[in-house]
């Protein structure tokens, strides 16, 4: 090759590298992409050997449903009845405790899905569980002044961190915390901003607002992570370090990441049995790659910072419910924490019994297990399961296979994976167990939720 034509490949291969780095630095073109565990996986060490039980991970997942209930019932001055505050006495002030008067928020409960962050300077890394109900970020802090509940890692240590910063009360990440938490800040006597993350389960973190620098392994990192260092956490959160929220929130890390990679992430939940992987993808810029439905993302005025859609239709074994268009018509949100779908009354009704109709020629009956009304006897996935469609407005569907449709019991038992959600005003919650194996897109930026088949690859 000639020294010209040498040059000219140079500056090819010069022009050619710059485009990929504009590419990969802009907002539409950059992602993120994590591996996603279920904290009930193989190997996971996240959840304790006494709360394996499927009947205790339903009873968690009620205490999450009816605190989302409750979150999303309440009147915007938050004292509707039924709205039960307390109060928490925050000693890592000082000498001197005071008392901060606590909202319940929604219930983390048990059959979530958690990755792998690293924080500080060096990094070391941490379990935390993805929420798509919780908005502020947190962790357990060393020295646990009052206490840490048994986590999977070593508890991250302020003090080995070279970049690690706590935030002033007079910061605008402190003003924000309200908001984030439904709890106001309170102040340190050296002026450092306290917050509390309260949960309708009466778990509870208190700590302090710090910053620091966040890696998301090779692909990024974000120098000034806002997030709670705390010295208070009791509570249901198992073996985990603390909890990464992504709500529609400026304090979530989704709030926080989005002018980095842009206002979207998705993820592919994998099952909690079989060994499967799931991802959580942050970023817009594959987008475009996948093939999703999608369905309008709305915004609840009382509740702005959880996810909302239209739901339209259930078909089973390819049949309408026999119910007026109009029992669709309910605030419906979907959650990555919740386990189990709940439908309002008439909507549950009408598709259990479709479902028995149709299991009842080859199964036995047999009775309900804690939630779950809609049982049969032996394991059912072998047999002939009709599959549910959940149709929502726009054209998005979630086209459901037995694995989504239907939970074992220890009893020898299999159930259908939805329950009733009587007396709450008209709401509806689409659990993770039906958002299982496919991927699912929140596209804050363009206001839609898009679903995928079959992409926990």
Known sequence: MGSSSALLYLFYLILLLKTVISLADSPAGRVLRLDLHHVRGPGSSLINDSSTALSVLLAHDQSRVESLIQRIN??????????KN????VSILGPESVTVPVNPGQSIGSGNYFIKLGLGTPPKFYSMIMDTGSSLSWLQCEPCTISC???AD???DPSASKTYKTSPCSSSECSLLKAATLNS?????SGSCIYVASYGDNSISVGFLARDVLTLGPAGASPSFVFGCGQDNEGLFGRAAGIIGFARQSLSMLGQLSQKFGNAFSYCLPASTGGGKGFLSIGIGSSGKVPYKF????TDSQVRSLYFLSLALIKVGGRPLPVRAAEYKVRTIIDSGTVITRLPGPIYSALSQAFKSIMSRKFASAPSYSILDTCFKGSLKSGSVPPIQLAFVGGAELVLNPENVLIDTEEGTTCLAFAGSSGDGGIAIIGNRQQQTFEVLYDVSSSRIGFAPGRCH
């Open 295 to 298: 369905t309008p993302m709305l």
């Open 185 to 189: 800040p309170s102040c340190s006597r």
């Open 149 to 151: 509940h048994p986590q």
């Open 86 to 89: 307390r109060s928490v006495s």
């Open 74 to 83: 309440r009147s915007a001055s938050r004292s509707s009845a039924g709205t």
């Open 154 to 156: 070593p508890v991250f």
